[in-house]
């Protein structure tokens, strides 16, 4: 009875996926084309570049939600899906209506409940600090946007997906973030490096000249385009104190949350962790923690769909 509630559930999602493609003018397709939509400024570039004819036009763009983002991003998300609206942009799907904040608070109370883990700050035990794995990149948003693409040709969990390309912003100065996919079905192509990955293989196809993080802000300014703001889950321990101190005193209700999460996680070493975890690089209570102005941000790279360093 659980597999067949579970297929019947499948079968009901699939179709509304299907029926919203259609809605938005989607066209059924043997081989779609996809935005893996970040958000931030390079993944917004190549959105609106894809929209205007000024590279190749995909068929449609995905923006996997972990419902952990910055106000201020789930705002240019509003004004994005606006502008498609108004000038026959591609179509915006928003996947994952998971929400990683909540997951991460519930799985610290109680034991049963199993969270992705974020790469959060913990040390070892000579005291030395260092990161825990990180999984909530592919459970909240690579596994999300794939299980979508699945969905949008109608297949069933087992079944083969045809050769799909799903587009990431990586520019130049990121380029050792470029990686080849995992899966046969699946091509990487990345417009600002002018490259096309396939699992073992790759080739070079002009797209645009190569582009640079500076070169979408320029072209973004000079087409009249508002800079997005920076795409990461508020409280993504690879952000800078700077970042960290922003939302303190920009949004207190916002650190607040942050600082409840900090606590809650503290204590997760029920879970096999020998030392207490911390979302702050000093392994100090966030509540407390100092706040330098000069730390570097590790959080650089725009969320390309696919967040991470």
């Known amino acids: 009875m659980k597999e067949l509630c579970k297929r019947l559930k499948e079968a009901c ?45 995909a068929d449609f763009a995905v923006f996997a939600d972990p419902g952990a983002e910055s106000k201020a991003t789930y705002k240019h998300l509003k004004w ?3 502008w498609s609206k108004a000038n026959n942009g591609i179509p915006i799907i928003v996947t994952g209506k998971k929400s990683l904040y909540r997951d991460l608070i519930l799985s610290a109370i109680r034991d049963n409940r199993r969270s992705a883990s974020i790469p959060a700050f913990t040390k070892d035990l000579k005291g030395k600090i260092g990161l825990l ?3 909530c990149t592919e459970e909240y948003k690579t596994n999300q946007i794939n299980r979508l693409i699945r969905r949008a040709y109608g297949l069933a969990e087992r079944q083969r997906v045809p050769s799909t390309e799903v587009w990431l912003g990586i520019t130049l100065e990121e380029i050792e973030r470029a990686k080849f996919p995992r899966t046969n079905w699946m091509v990487f192509v990345y417009p600002f490096l002018n490259i ?24 973004m300014e000079q087409e009249g385009f508002p800079l997005p703001p920076k795409s990461a889950c508020t409280f993504c321990p690879y952000q800078s104190d ?19 999460l900090d606590e809650a996680i ?10 207490p975890i911390y979302l702050h ?16 941000d590790m959080c650089t790279s725009e969320c390309s769909g696919v967040c991470g360093i």
Request: proline residues 2%.
């Open 281 to 296: 690089r000093s392994c100090q209570p966030l509540r407390t923690a100092n706040l330098n102005e000069d730390q570097l």
């Open 80 to 82: 994005l899906r606006a």
């Open 13 to 57: 999602l699939t179709y509304r996926v299907r029926l919203h493609l259609r809605l938005l003018g989607v066209p059924k397709k043997t081989n779609y084309k996809v935005i893996s939509l970040g958000l931030g400024q390079q993944s917004t570039t190549m959105y609106l570049m894809s929209s205007r004819g000024t590279i190749e036009r």
């Open 196 to 219: 096309k990955a396939y699992k073992h293989d790759f080739e070079r196809v002009q797209y645009t000249a190569v582009l640079r993080r500076v070169d979408c802000q320029k072209w």
């Open 133 to 135: 794995r990180r999984q």
């Open 242 to 260: 700077a970042r960290w101190r922003e939302t303190k005193l920009k949004d207190p209700k916002e650190w607040q949350r942050l600082v409840m």
């Open 266 to 275: 503290r204590n997760s070493t029920k879970k096999g962790i020998s030392h």
